[in-house]
């Protein structure tokens, strides 16, 4: 339990300060979940039924396009992530999430989280702040997407994320940033 309630209090540092008698609520649910290097952490066709916390290693959110493995999120270690449409509605999900390296992950289901937020004002602030974090860091992404050059994107994510420069697969940071291999080789060796 000693495990659970400092990863509780991790997540409170990342989102918001939360009382000692609700981290212990919040470290109650907790799951924790071991994975090794391209282990899956949710499936293409599966409900997402947890908001994942990355207490070790990185994930990786991904999909498939036109036979194209598209990377649309990373977790690094002290990061959280989800498939929010899934989550939200518990429906199948398209999004597949890949652990990058050998990872531990504390999942917040959400049975349990539904149950303390109708208890608990804490976790339904806690819960709004995820939520709106979420929704924020995707139009972030997007408008990235839309005004930024491809230098641009990188110079962003290397600013905001810079383990992900330092540990992913360059072919998974391409399809990020949306450019192939060979753009993102030519602009890490400033030739762009």
Known sequence: ???????????????MPLSQSTTEQ???????????????YLR??????YIGYVDKGMIRQFYYKNHKDITEH???????????????Q???????????EPSVIYGIPYSGLEELISQNREIESLYRKMLEGSLIVSQQKADSWKFET?????????????????RAPLSHIASYLLMTPESLSRIRAGLL
């Open 1 to 15: 339990m000693e495990e659970h309630i400092r990863v509780a209090k991790q997540i409170a540092s990342i989102i």
């Open 74 to 88: 990373f977790a690094p270690n002290g990061d959280m992530f989800f498939c929010i449409e899934s989550f939200l």
């Open 26 to 40: 919040l470290a109650g649910i907790l799951v924790r979940k071991g994975l090794g290097k391209g282990d899956l």
């Open 44 to 49: 293409k066709g599966q409900v997402s039924e």
């Open 150 to 166: 491809a230098h641009e994107r990188y110079n962003r994510l290397q600013r905001e994320q810079p383990e992900v420069i330092k």
């Open 90 to 100: 518990q429906k199948p999900t398209c999004l597949m999430a890949e652990a990058l």
